[in-house]
């Protein structure tokens, strides 16, 4: 594959798609990556068994976009927060997920994911999680790029943003707790999933217990079996928990080694974020349908600007159902069909790929089925082999703001972290 001169591409004004297919250059400086994984002492050797157990965590380069993609992504974020916030979209949502999810105690939840795929019109919505992780990670991952050319010297300036990204996450957690308790200090804090220690992404647990020590708090990574609920607490041990960064993929809590949170949670006795009620508003892939239907939106009084804006960025999506079905098998290649509860891509299916026996599954289960959107690609160098892999942007938000975007490069069907020369990747906006 015949590829452009990166010194001849930024001589000119050159989109950030031709900068995606023509300049395969490597940013990424190992030893600086080791040095930002490592930045605590506690972390010492972090970086050497992440290069063992995942080697592809971390793509090798950037990925870059336009200030018109990236004001897109940084709109369409704030008109679904307007949406959400609807009471007919809440009466929606809230009505056929769990009774849990109606409890709300205040927080936002920390760490929403938005992930888009890129396309010739410009960003589309493939789906929203409420636990999207990564973003500690990713941090460290700017921090470690160097500009492939002079020319780039001022893309590549992260150090200052992501120290200020470190204290934004802090004042998030922050922001959660005194939604909830008010001014009371900050009790200790649990970073809580089942097995922690065996999670893909487990060095992030190890990364936030460090910062949020160096910013006063009392952190502790939790196996969420090892929690219990007694004399109206939540304990870990003999340590009473306060505030929970709920990473579970149990997002309503039903399973019953997850009772002791359940408990602490409904009785209002925990912070919990993300928590049971954000997962039913925002990351149920039926929003998805409210959110692609204009006369919908227009009947809850959505602005004609908000509704103009997800008609271009949120694609059709319809509920699987057993009147669609024949229509929907006829027109299977321009749809994606993904299970209502999904997350990172598990039973996540495109319709060019799918069997009778696949599809059979489908039908029985609870699914939505999306209008197919191809991803873009990013040309990358790997071990001297040049290829192009496909990548998706995730843009973590708060409470309807976007703190950091990020990437993820791949091939497959969906987002894998198995990919030579994939993974996370930083974005850069040229």
């Known amino acids: 594959m015949a590829t452009a001169d990166p010194f001849e591409l930024l001589a000119s004004t050159v989109s950030a798609e031709a900068l995606n297919a023509g300049c395969a250059c490597r940013t990424l400086d190992p030893e600086r990556l080791r040095q930002q994984l490592e930045r605590d002492p506690a972390l010492a050797g972090l970086a050497q068994t992440l290069r063992e157990t995942r080697p ?6 950037a990925v870059f976009i336009s200030p018109a993609v990236a004001a897109t992504l940084t709109a369409a974020v704030a008109a679904i927060e307007r949406v959400v916030a609807l009471p007919a979209y809440t009466a929606q949502a809230l009505a056929r997920a769990p009774a849990i999810a109606a409890q709300d105690f205040g927080p936002k939840s920390v760490f ?6 890129l396309g010739p019109q410009g960003p589309r919505l493939i789906e929203i999680n409420t636990n999207a992780g990564g973003a500690l990670l990713n941090v460290a ?14 893309a590549f300036s992260f150090e200052r943003r992501s120290d200020q990204l470190e204290q934004c996450f802090i004042d998030m957690f922050a922001a959660e707790w005194r939604t909830q308790r008010g001014q009371q200090p900050i009790g200790t804090l649990a970073i809580v999933d089942d097995n922690p220690q065996s999670q893909y992404l487990a060095a992030e647990f190890e990364l936030f217990q460090q910062l949020a020590t160096r910013h006063g708090m009392d952190a502790h990574v939790v196996d969420a079996q090892a929690l219990q609920w007694h004399d109206g607490r939540l304990w870990h041990q003999d340590v009473a928990i306060d505030l929970v960064y709920n990473r579970l993929t149990d997002f309503y809590l039903v399973e019953e080694r997850h009772a002791a949170l359940r408990a602490a949670f409904a009785a209002g006795a925990v912070v919990l974020t993300p928590h049971p009620r954000a997962h039913a508003l925002h990351a149920d892939k039926r929003n998805l ?23 271009a960025v949120v694609p059709e999506t319809r509920m699987v159902t057993a009147e669609a079905a024949e229509a929907l098998w006829t027109s299977r290649k321009q749809w994606f069909f993904k299970p209502v509860g999904g997350y990172g891509g598990k039973a996540a299916y495109r319709g060019d790929k799918l069997t009778r026996r696949v599809w ?14 191809p991803p873009s690609e990013r040309l990358i160098d ?13 843009a973590y938000s708060y409470h309807g703001q976007i703190q950091l975007l990020a990437a993820r490069m791949y091939s497959g069907q969906t987002t894998n972290f198995r990919t030579p020369g994939g993974g996370f990747a930083p974005v850069l906006v040229v």
Not at 56 to 61: D, I, P, Q, R, Y
Not at 142 to 151: I, P, S, T, V
């Open 56 to 61: 592809h965590l971390f793509a090798s380069t």
């Open 112 to 117: 929403m994911g938005y992930d888009f795929h």
């Open 141 to 154: 991952l700017a921090r470690a790029q160097l500009a492939c050319c002079a020319e780039m010297d001022a």
């Open 289 to 311: 349908i409210a959110l692609s239907d204009d006369a919908l939106l227009g009947r809850w009084g959505v602005s004609a600007v908000d509704r103009a804006l997800l008609g």
């Open 360 to 373: 059979s599954e489908i039908l029985a289960g609870d699914f939505v089925a999306q209008a197919l959107v």
């Open 382 to 394: 790997f071990d001297g082999i040049q290829s192009d892999l496909k990548f998706d942007l995730r």
